[in-house]
């Protein structure tokens, strides 16, 4: 059973930066996207940035020039460098990737991290 796990939450002053992190754990061939997502209380959850398996990026427009999403293929991670943290980035911040493959034809969709709690104060 392939899982994903955040590590690098916390909490951090306006301005600042953290760096979160996702690893994909288990019996894994390859991933195809991975994304950082975000849920605010009262709020729906949003797609934060995205990185294909060739390197594409995606951001929404509230954290372009501020976040940088990487990935390491072969260590089966993605990070999300967050610099000039705002109060409204405070959220929970979940990993996603939308297929693992665990063969070559065998794979599991739309996988989930337990979620890392980014606050910033102002």
């Known amino acids: 059973q392939v899982q994903l796990g955040e590590s690098g939450g916390g909490l951090v002053q306006a301005g600042g930066s953290l760096r979160l992190s996702c690893a994909a754990s288990?019996?894994?061939?390859?991933?195809?996207?991975m994304g950082w997502y975000r849920q605010a209380p009262g709020k729906q959850r949003e797609l934060v940035a995205m990185?294909?398996?060739?390197?594409?990026?995606t951001y929404v427009d509230s954290v372009k020039g501020r976040f940088t999403i990487s990935r390491d293929n072969a260590k089966n991670m993605v990070h999300l460098q967050m610099n000039s943290l705002k109060p409204e980035d405070t959220a929970v911040y979940y990993c996603?990737?939308?297929?693992?493959?665990?063969?070559?034809?065998?794979?599991?969709?739309?996988?989930w991290g337990q979620g890392t709690q980014v606050t910033v104060s102002s």
């Open positions: 288990g019996r894994i061939f390859s991933i195809n996207d």
């Open positions: 996603n990737a939308d297929r693992i493959y665990v063969s070559r034809y065998v794979f599991t969709t739309d996988v």
């Open positions: 990185i294909t398996s060739s390197g594409t990026t």
